[in-house]
């Protein structure tokens, strides 16, 4: 059984930082390098949609178009904890963020929340005008 533990958000301005984290664990994988970790938001009303992946068995990451240049997502080896980094946020980046766990899968699959099994308890970002 993966734990998926969400910290950060908050309540900011337009063209503001936050951080949001997402520290997964799994007793059967203590090195957790084969995961995909992938944060998606949902504002209300609306459907739950991707903002980046990583992939911990690589280098690799994959961010939303919308969130290009703004966000980066990062990881912590030490405390199998991913970042993601969110500047120069917008009234539109609004909404609950997710961090969903899930096991070895392309890029395709990976911005589909149907993907993945595991997730984190959410966290609200507000981002006023």
């Known amino acids: 059984q993966v734990q998926v533990i969400q910290s950060g958000g908050g309540q900011v301005q337009a063209g503001d930082s936050l951080r949001v984290s997402c520290t997964a664990s799994?007793?059967?994988?203590?090195?957790?390098?084969?995961?995909?970790i992938t944060w998606f938001r949902q504002a209300p009303g609306s459907e739950r949609e991707f903002v980046s992946t990583?992939?911990?068995?690589?280098?690799?990451?994959s961010y939303a178009d919308s969130v290009k240049g703004r966000f980066t997502i990062s990881r912590e080896y030490a405390k199998n904890t991913v970042y993601l980094q969110m500047d120069s946020l917008k009234p539109e980046d609004t909404g609950v963020y997710y961090c969903a766990v899930g096991g070895p899968m392309s890029e395709y699959n990976a911005a589909a929340p149907g993907s993945y099994r595991y997730w984190g308890q959410g966290a609200q970002v507000t981002v006023s005008s």
């Open positions: 990583i992939w911990l068995s690589g280098t690799g990451t």
């Open positions: 799994d007793p059967a994988d203590d090195s957790n390098r084969n995961y995909v």
